[in-house]
T-cell receptor, first 109, second 117 residues
Framework: GQNIDQPTEMTATEGAIVQINCTYQ??????LFWYQQHAGEAPTFLSY??LDGLEEKGRFSSFLSRSKGYSYLLLKELQMKDSASYLC??????????WGAGTKLIIKP | GAVVSQHPSRVICKSGTSVKIECRSL??????MFWYRQFPKQSLMLMAT?????????EQGVEKDKFLINHASLTLSTLTVTSAHPEDSSFYIC?????????????FGPGTRLTVT
């Protein structure tokens, strides 16, 4: 079956770095997405990886290893506004997104 | 950037009535639109995928006669929750994609919070 695993909740300190891991199993693979979702709002796109390696975009970076079925989202210089849920989603061979349950990130001052 | 709107943003209805939610792509043509449902503290659950001009494809366990989806044009899809019950109360989110198979990014609407009393 298809499955996405990511931690339920993480806590980090303002100004620090946090890494949110995601493992996936899908029927075919057409890329890995990370979305940010604040409470009561729709998800917003953060990153897309389809090739192995690290993609850096400002304070956020995303990494993919296709052979390991593994990705992580790295957030640097954490700010209070980064408190949100982070959703990992893998696109299968039918171009459908398979969603993880999300990781709630709590930032403490 | 691509913008997707949803209307209404919040709706309260009585049990047994029907509610229609609109999803519009404002600055691009959406060949494919997706409807999701999200319960508190849970992830997105895909309800159905609709392609313009054809019938929606519903996920397993989603009643197509209860959740009517119409993708009448390249910029508009509607979800109608028929004979709503309190257990249908949820956050409904649509997303849109320009292409069917050659475009990867989905653009999300702001969501509609439905409360059935």
């Amino acid at each position: 079956g298809q499955n996405i695993d990511q931690p339920t909740e993480m806590t980090a300190t303002e100004g620090a770095i946090v890494q949110i891991n995601c493992t996936y199993q899908t029927s075919g693979f057409n890329g890995l997405f990370w979305y940010q979702q604040h409470a009561g709002e729709a998800p917003t796109f953060l990153s897309y990886n389809v090739l192995d390696g690290l993609e850096e975009k400002g304070r956020f970076s995303s990494f993919l290893s296709r052979s390991k079925g593994y990705s992580y989202l790295l957030l640097k210089e954490l700010q209070m506004k980064d408190s949100a849920s982070y959703l990992c989603a893998a696109m299968d061979s039918n171009y459908q997104l398979i969603w993880g349950a999300g990781t709630k990130l709590i930032i403490k001052p | 950037g691509a913008v997707v709107s949803q209307h209404p943003s919040r709706v309260i209805c009585k049990s047994g009535t029907s509610v229609k939610i609109e999803c519009r792509s404002l600055d691009f043509q959406a060949t494919t639109m997706f409807w999701y449902r999200q319960f508190p503290k849970q992830s997105l659950m895909l309800m159905a995928t609709s392609n313009e001009g054809s019938k929606a494809t519903y996920e397993q366990g989603v009643e197509k006669d209860k959740f009517l989806i119409n993708h009448a044009s390249l910029t508009l899809s509607t979800l109608t929750v028929t004979s709503a019950h309190p257990e249908d109360s949820s956050f409904y989110i649509c997303s849109a994609r320009e292409g069917q198979f050659d475009s990867y990014e989905q653009y999300f609407g702001p969501g509609t919070r439905l409360t059935v009393t």
